[in-house]
């Protein structure tokens, strides 16, 4: 385990910039620890499903790889309905994981479309507003 974890990295929103992105594949595998090769055969299988879809990978506050296939685009909108739920509860494990060896997280609950007062427990099940 790394001693010194690299700083939380939080992107600018979308229309100054988003995410940093990671093109060229030595700079993937030694900053965000990704074969970019072996990303291939996820991508053949996301295909062949005929459908639009649209995958993004996020490692270590890099975007490493970004496709659209099937006739889906960065602007395409997709009816995920209640499937944020299951993001959200993931996201709120790590975080209590986090906090139960003592990592806090300074600015992951600040949500502008939730006023202050709002706990943990009304914001997971997307009750809140």
Known sequence: MNAHPAPAYYPPPESVGGWRKLTDPAQI?????????????ARQWNARHGVASAVVIIRRGYLVAEWYENGATPQTRFNIHSCTKSFTGMAYGILFEDARRGVQHQHVLRDPFIGPGRRAHRRQPHRSG
């Open 29 to 41: 595998r030694a900053l965000a620890g990704v074969d970019s090769d072996a990303l291939a055969p």
